[in-house]
């Protein structure tokens, strides 16, 4: 067996609903054969607000076993907010298809690059035992929240001196975390992703020099999140 796929994550079944259903994500009572489609899902979903995206859509297109939908951007607007999960009358769970067609889809090497913001985060994890926010992680809140987001993070330490709080506890495991890792085989699955995150972005890089035009779409690089210096690395 390749050793970056999980058996129990993304079975391989005969269609999408089947491998969907009996992932090891997925509650034996989610309703995916009982969608009626109603659309409560998208009407309740935020991405949907303020994109193309659908739940519906995604639950019809499992069903419907169109695999096309891995290729799919669309798969990749949802942020797990779970209202879908929450709303829907038939006890179905968009966003937990969506999770199993993500890991099928990256699996396959298809949207791979958009793991690269989390690579970070996972050697992070690996090395200190705790998890941060990656330079680009605070970039993005800071143009979302603004300089106040920023001062009140790094207050933080005396901030909760005032409230009375001690301070935040950033311990060395003394290798336990490292070890669920091995153990998990998250390394070898993070070696694979960084190789293939490469591949796709050289296969980018000579597109662009082939057609000789600057092509900027995409998140290729976990590198690249990385050179963002405006703010050290956050720890949460
Ligand atoms: S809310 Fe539930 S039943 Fe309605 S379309 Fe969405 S998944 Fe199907
Ligand atoms: S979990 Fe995803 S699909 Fe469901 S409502 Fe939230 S953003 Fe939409």
């Known amino acids: 067996m390749i050793p970056y796929i999980?058996?129990?994550d993304t079975p391989e079944c005969k269609n999408l609903a089947e491998t969907a259903k009996k992932s090891i994500r997925t509650p034996a009572s989610m309703g995916l054969d009982r969608c009626i489609q109603c659309g409560a899902c998208?009407?309740?979903c935020p991405a949907a607000r303020f994109t193309d995206y659908s739940p519906r859509q995604i639950v019809k297109r499992v069903m419907e076993n169109d695999r096309s939908i891995l290729e799919s951007e669309m798969i990749w607007s949802c942020f797990y907010c779970y209202s879908c999960n929450v709303r829907c009358p038939r006890n179905n769970s968009p966003v937990t298809i969506v999770q199993v067609l993500r890991q099928m889809a990256i699996n396959e090497g298809i949207g791979v690059e958009k793991l690269g913001y989390f690579v970070e985060i996972g050697e992070y994890l690996a090395g200190n035992g705790a998890s941060k926010i990656?330079?680009?992680?605070?970039?993005?809140?800071?143009?979302?929240?603004?300089?106040?987001?920023?001062?009140f993070?790094?207050?933080?330490?005396s901030i909760r001196v005032e409230l009375g709080l001690s301070s935040r506890d950033i311990r060395n495991t003394h290798g336990e975390v490292q070890a669920i890792l091995e153990g998990t085989g998250y390394?070898?699955?993070?070696?694979?992703?960084k190789a293939?995150?490469?591949?796709?972005?050289?296969?980018?890089?000579?597109?662009?020099?082939c057609s000789k035009k600057e092509d900027t779409s995409g998140d290729f690089g976990f590198?690249?999140?990385?050179?963002y210096t405006g703010h050290t690395a956050l720890i949460i």
């Not at 800071?142 to 300089?147: A, K, N, S, V």
């Not at 590198?223 to 050179?227: L, P, W």
Request: charged share 40%; glycine share 6%; hydrophobic share 25%.
């Open 196 to 209: 293939k995150i490469q591949e796709k972005h050289v296969n980018q890089l000579l597109k662009t020099q």
């Open 153 to 157: 993070k790094k207050n933080l330490e």
């Open 134 to 151: 990656p330079g680009a992680g605070i970039q993005n809140m800071e143009r979302d929240l603004g300089e106040r987001w920023v001062k």
């Open 223 to 227: 590198e690249s999140d990385r050179e």
């Open 6 to 8: 999980n058996e129990y």
């Open 42 to 44: 998208t009407a309740s």
């Open 187 to 193: 390394f070898e699955r993070e070696k694979w992703i």
